[in-house]
């Protein structure tokens, strides 16, 4: 089904390490009957850690895309990564997604990624939606988790729903747009039914609520001037408010969530259909370096931007792109501006984890991958010959760490090459060189983690194992003072006419 781009979201899933991107996209899939069975990291099973570095892990390495159908629009989800040595990966996801979705884990607050994520997000000024998740965890603490996101992030955090009850009593939420409380069934279905709010919370309630209606009348000024004079605001103008401001960055709003139970993922569902950015026009050079904008429609010349590379041993490159101007087909001729080729597409795919699903077109803001492509890599522009447009790339982080590798044998001498070129063909963030004076083959990378995770990727997909190591230190010595009358003599008898040398050596 082809859906009208105001009717697409391209949400990133972006935190620290162990927050629960992976469970909240299983509950997401889940929840909109996208699939039938809830799956578990423990158990390997999920959708978007699908790879067997992930599972055998229980960690997200690469970016995984899961797209899914809620309240008549395509939500294209992008789990990222949240461990330092793969932010390649949250590079990439954050160039190509329209919205961030940042997870909090409810007992920790703010982490190193998150703030990786954050600082990441406002470079790119995307739209944030923060949810503070696993509220149903030991120590779980939605006040503490708030106060930390308001400090990094300021006081334009505000929620918009809250717990009621916490860890093993997590039971329901408040949405303080609609002043109404939804307690969650006792089984992981996500379904919910209204009740009545807690007594016990009315008056913080009341105070988040207050602080809401601040923040979204702050930001439209005739909502402002009622707002002053005790005019009530009705719940579908504050949304229609709080939606051009989440758009615009002005407001981030906070909603809670327990992926594992499924419980709160339908009201964030419903939070990024209604204040989430759909595709929106982007800017990209023409020949003579001048700046265009590019609409988002399906009848404009195409225009895409390659953002993930997989390379296959059985299919070849698998190469994911994101459609920002009119619309992909399957047996065409795209143009590389990057690399000024003609560039044969062959059958386009939509991805759902390791699915690939078949598809004659991809439209304008709408993320669908392609196998087999000759020329194309990550970070090149793919348009229409009769609109040749290069659209801005990705500033990947430069490597921190360095590792010299050896073949284990002949046999994996004579595939290394080409394998540890295939590795950094789908890593952008892996760098191959060469110590000219060891003769060492150096691999680079963010840690020593995503060096070695490559090359078991290497031995499991193209068969080629390698000898790890730190690169060899070339010492030098220095000659501080003249030395004199140094002499050696070689004698070896060999059976014929004997080896013999006498040296002399002054400095």
Known sequence: MTYPVERIRNIGLFSHGGAGKTSMVEAMLYSSKTINRLGRIEEGNTVSDWDPDEIKRAISIGDSIAPLEWNDCKINLLDAPGYADFLGEVKAAMRVVDTALVLLDASAGVEVGTEYAWRFARERNLPCIVAINKMDRENADFGAALQSAQSLLGNNVVPLSIPIGSQSTFRGIVDL?????????????????????????????????LALVEKIAENDEELMLRYLEDDELTPDELAAALRASVRRGEIVPVLASAATANRGINSILDAIVDFASPPGPTTARIANGDEVSLAASVGEPAAALVWKTMADPFVGRLTYFRVYAGTLKSDSHLWNTTRNRDERIGQLYLIRGKEQIAVPEVGAGDIGAVAKLAETSTGDSLCDASRKVVLAGIQFPAPLFTAAVSPRSKSDLDKMGSSLQRLVEEDPTLKLGRDPQTGETLVSGLGESHVQIALERMARKFGVNVEIGLPTVPYRETIQRAVTHIEYKHKKQTGGHGQYGHCLLYT
């Open 177 to 209: 747009l609609h002043m109404r409380a939804e307690l969650f069934a006792d089984d992981k279905s996500g379904a919910t039914t209204e009740g009545e709010i807690p007594a016990d919370m009315l008056d913080a309630v009341e105070t988040y609520r």
